[in-house]
């Protein structure tokens, strides 16, 4: 799908109150797109509209939670009252937990897989059907993470949450290509968002410097949502089934296809070094 003019194309965003969602929405507002904007943060969700407007474009937003079935529905019903089908879906809502599998409380799944899984499947069931019927080109983006390419033990749930969207990706890749849409599972490595200070910790990590070290560690990336962003449109662009961003996700992905018992000792003794660090501070 050209994205180099997206005028009269619309863009639905979700998770679209800050970090990627909102980067995301207002890089396609810049390309052109009018956008449809979602999240449960009312206030940040209107700091981003009001942005995506002042660059001339048509906005629509509303206060949603992916989650949740009847929202999404509502949303879904509401947005096709005026629009056939959007043209790009960036399905992003998303929330992290670290833990290992016996740290994770049965609560913590229900939560995770609900935004992380069933919140890209509610973006899915609930707009790919009319993209599909209206029988124009389009493209699906589904945010997913570096750890939906490599298992990590202290993200058990989380990954495995990312892993499944990677796999849903591209199952649903195979299935559109005859219908002109295109899908891309996006696995950025380390961003600098607020998803690190709002996830949810538990054991070592909960403690208020573990966390902090991990927020002072990313921030030391310099990894911009922005990036993301431009990398997301560049992936739209050639169609990418899977698409990396930054160095050390592109490394694991590779490592993985080439050299996964090289990968697999790395991962092992980066969760050691991890681990020891948490128990000293």
Request: a positive charge; one cysteine or more.
């Amino acid at each position: 799908m050209d994205v180099r003019n997206l005028a009269g194309k619309w863009a639905l965003v979700t998770g679209a109150a800050s970090g990627i969602g909102k980067a995301t929405a207002l890089a396609l507002a810049r390309r052109g797109a009018d956008v449809v904007l979602c999240d449960v943060d009312q206030k940040g969700l209107k700091i981003t509209q009001d942005l995506a407007a002042s660059l001339g474009r048509q906005t629509v937003a509303r206060q949603v939670d992916v989650s949740r079935r009847d929202e999404m529905a509502s949303f879904a019903d509401e947005v096709h009252q005026d629009l056939e089908a959007i043209d790009i879906l960036v399905n992003n809502a998303g929330v992290a937990l670290g833990a290992s599998f016996e740290e994770t409380l049965l609560e913590d799944w229900d939560w995770i897989i609900g935004i992380n899984l069933l919140g890209v499947i509610h973006g899915l069931h609930y707009f790919v059907p009319n993209m599909v019927a209206r029988g124009r080109a389009g493209h699906v983006v589904n945010i997913a993470s570096m750890a939906g390419l490599l298992a990590v033990r202290a993200l058990s749930a989380y990954s495995t949450t990312k892993f499944a969207v990677v796999g849903l990706s591209e199952a649903l890749r195979a299935e559109l290509e005859s219908h002109g849409i295109g899908v891309t599972a996006v696995c950025p490595g380390f961003v600098n968002t607020p998803l690190v200070e709002s996830a949810r910790m538990r054991g070592k990590a909960a403690e208020a410097l573990a966390r902090q070290e991990i927020v002072d560690f990313i921030e030391r990336r310099q990894h911009t949502p922005e990036r993301v962003a431009e990398k997301i449109l560049r992936a739209i662009q050639r169609n990418r089934a899977i698409a990396p961003v930054f160095p050390e996700a592109w490394l694991g992905y590779y490592m993985k296809r080439f050299t996964p018992r090289l990968l697999a000792w790395a991962l092992r003794k980066g969760s050691e070094r991890a681990e020891k660090g948490t128990a000293q501070s």
